[in-house]
C-alpha cells in the first residue's frame, strides 16, 4: 500500500484557515466532503472526535494524523493538509503544520495500524517533512510525498 496511491491533487490543502483544533479537523472533513470523498461527514467528524478525547493525535515534530474507523466506508480515505501551525495538544507541545487526516474501514483494523505506521515512518525515516514544508504547490506535494515514500 502507498499513501500516494490515495492521495492526490484531490485529497491536499496547502494552507488551512483553521486556527484551533477542533476546527482543523472540521475543515478536513468538510473538505473531504466538498470532493465528495465521504459519504457521511457526521460520523467522520464524531469518530474523529472521539478519538481525539482518548488522547491527542499530534504526534510531535509539528506533526498530526487524526485518524478513526468508520462503518460507512470501504477502503482508506486519507488527505494531507499544511498550516503556519496549529495548537493540537501535541506530546513535545510544538503547534502542527502538517496533518495526515486518516479514516480507515472499520473492519479492516490491520489495514488501519499499518497505514498509521507507513505515515509514522515517512515523517521520521525520510527527508519528507522538511521537503514538503518548502513545497509551493500541490502538485509539489504530490510529488515529494511519491519520491520520498519511494525511500521507504
Keep these: 500500500m502507498n499513501l500516494s496511491e490515495y492521495i492526490d491533487g484531490e485529497r ?9 483544533k477542533d476546527s482543523a479537523i472540521r475543515e478536513m472533513v468538510g473538505f473531504l466532503d466538498q470532493k465528495k470523498a465521504l459519504s457521511d461527514t457526521d460520523s467522520a467528524l464524531k469518530a474523529l ?3 481525539e478525547k482518548l ?18 466506508i470501504e477502503d482508506l480515505v486519507i488527505m494531507l ?12 507541545g510544538k503547534d502542527v503544520r502538517i496533518f495526515f487526516l486518516l479514516l480507515a474501514p472499520e473492519k479492516q483494523m490491520n489495514l488501519h495500524l499499518k497505514t498509521l505506521a507507513k505515515i509514522s515512518r515517512l515523517v521520521k525515516s525520510t527527508g519528507f517533512k522538511e521537503r514538503v514544508l518548502e513545497a509551493g504547490s500541490v502538485a509539489d506535494v504530490c510529488r515529494i510525498l511519491s519520491e520520498e515514500e519511494q525511500k521507504l
Design 12 to 20: 491536499v490543502i496547502l494552507s488551512l484557515s483553521a486556527h484551533d
Design 81 to 92: 493538509a499544511f498550516s503556519k501551525g496549529i495548537p493540537f495538544d501535541s506530546a513535545d
Design 55 to 72: 488522547g491527542s493525535t499530534g504526534v510531535g515534530e509539528e506533526i498530526a494524523i487524526p485518524h478513526a474507523k468508520l462503518a460507512s
Design 49 to 51: 472526535f472521539e478519538r
